[in-house]
């Protein structure tokens, strides 16, 4: 739901403007996260199939949409960059995208 929600009640002192805006994100977040993505394909290919399907279960969370809550964007990324931790060197681009998202996202 978008816009401006107003109620009235009766005919005097009538308060209460519900305003129902999501906080814009930024088009800074919203590259952060095709770039994440990308890199998130790339590095899918080069893991074992359990981490694959680690990563994929975490992709739908991965967005800059402000509708998806912050915990489960939260633990999505930190959920990918704990596969790119343990795979080395492969891994530094998709830890460093995390970090660069976090940090524009606030978290």
Do not use: F, K
């Not at 209460?16 to 088009?27: D, K, S, T």
């Not at 977040?29 to 790339?42: F, M």
């Not at 991965?62 to 960059?81: C, S």
């Amino acid at each position: 739901m978008s816009g401006d929600t107003v109620n009235m009640y009766g005919g005097q002192g009538n308060q209460g403007i519900v305003h129902q805006h999501a906080a814009p994100v930024a088009p800074s977040a919203e590259q952060a996260v095709r770039e994440l993505l990308a890199l998130l394909a790339e590095l899918r290919a080069q893991v074992p199939d359990e981490s694959a399907r680690c990563i994929d279960s975490a992709l739908p969370a991965i967005t800059a949409d402000a509708a998806v809550p912050p915990a489960e964007r939260h633990r999505a990324l930190m959920a990918v960059a704990g596969i790119a931790a343990t795979v080395g060197a492969i891994g530094t681009p998709v830890l460093e995208a995390v970090r660069a998202l976090l940090a524009l996202l606030g978290a």
